[in-house]
T-cell receptor, first 113, second 112 residues
Framework: DTGVSQDPRHKITKRGQNVTFRCDPISEHNRLYWYRQTLGQGPEFLTY????????KSRLLSDRFSAERPKGSFSTLEIQRTEQGDSAMYLCASSAGGGNTIYFGEGSWLTVV | GENVEQHPSTLSVQEGDSAVIKCTYS??????FPWYKQELGKGPQLIID?????GEKKDQRIAVTLNKTAKHFSLHITETQPEDSAVYFC???????????FGTGTRLKVLA
C-alpha cells in the first residue's frame, strides 16, 4: 500500500494556461476526492467519485474546473484558463467502500503567475 | 448549512501541558467526525476520529469528545511534545453523503 499519489507536486503556470493534475488512489479504494486548500484555510471540497461516477460537485466550482475518473482508478483534475485566484494546493484523497476514513495525498501546489 | 467552526486559530502551550481544540458543526445529522494533523508542505493525516454513537474515544495521548446535543466536538492532547507542533483540522461528514467539511484549522505550537 503506497498511499495516495499525486503528480505533479508543484506547477507554475502563466495566467490563461490550462493545467492538469493526476491522482492515483490507494489500491482498491473506490471513492476518490478532490479538495483545494489555500494558505491558512482548511481543505475545501471540490468533488468526489465513487468508482467512475462523479457523485457530487461543489457549487462553488467554476466551469473551468473538470474532473474525471474514467476507469474508476486514477483521476485527473483539469483547470482551464487559469487565474491567479486558482493558486492553491490541490489535494486528492481516497477511501474504501464502507469505510469513513479518507486518506490524503501530499497535494499538488499550483502557482499562477 | 455546511459549516464547521474551529477555535482557537492558534494555540501555544508549554511542553508537557495539555492542548484542547474545539469545533462546532451545523448539520445535526452528521455522524462522523475525524481530526487531521497537517505538517508544513504535506497533506493532512488522520490522527483520531469518532462516530456519532460514541461520546469519547482515546488513543494514547490523544482523545476526542463529542456532544451531539450541543453539536460540539473537541480534540484533547495530553503531555504535549514538540513534535505535536502542526496545524490541526476537524471535519464532519454530512449525512447521506461522503462529503467532508473541514474547519479552518488550529496552529499548535509546543514550546520546549
Amino acid at each position: 500500500d503506497t498511499g495516495v499519489s499525486q503528480d505533479p507536486r508543484h506547477k507554475i503556470t502563466k495566467r490563461g494556461q490550462n493545467v492538469t493534475f493526476r491522482c492515483d488512489p490507494i489500491s482498491e479504494h473506490n471513492r476518490l476526492y478532490w479538495y483545494r486548500q489555500t494558505l491558512g484555510q482548511g481543505p475545501e471540497f471540490l468533488t468526489y467519485f465513487q468508482n467512475e461516477a462523479q457523485l457530487e460537485k461543489s457549487r462553488l466550482l467554476s466551469d473551468r474546473f473538470s474532473a474525471e475518473r474514467p476507469k474508476g482508478s486514477f483521476s485527473t483534475l483539469e483547470i482551464q484558463r487559469t487565474e491567479q485566484g486558482d493558486s492553491a494546493m490541490y489535494l486528492c484523497a481516497s477511501s474504501a467502500g464502507g469505510g469513513n476514513t479518507i486518506y490524503f495525498g501530499e497535494g499538488s501546489w499550483l502557482t499562477v503567475v | 448549512g455546511e459549516n464547521v467552526e474551529q477555535h482557537p486559530s492558534t494555540l501555544s502551550v508549554q511542553e508537557g501541558d495539555s492542548a484542547v481544540i474545539k469545533c462546532t458543526y451545523s448539520d445535526s445529522a452528521s455522524n462522523y467526525f475525524p481530526w487531521y494533523k497537517q505538517e508544513l508542505g504535506k497533506g493532512p493525516q488522520l490522527i483520531i476520529d469518532i462516530r456519532s454513537n460514541v461520546g469519547e474515544k482515546k488513543d494514547q495521548r490523544i482523545a476526542v469528545t463529542l456532544n451531539k446535543t450541543a453539536k460540539h466536538f473537541s480534540l484533547h492532547i495530553t503531555e504535549t511534545q514538540p513534535e505535536d507542533s502542526a496545524v490541526y483540522f476537524c471535519a464532519e461528514r454530512l449525512d447521506g453523503t461522503y462529503k467532508y467539511i473541514f474547519g479552518t484549522g488550529t496552529r499548535l505550537k509546543v514550546l520546549a
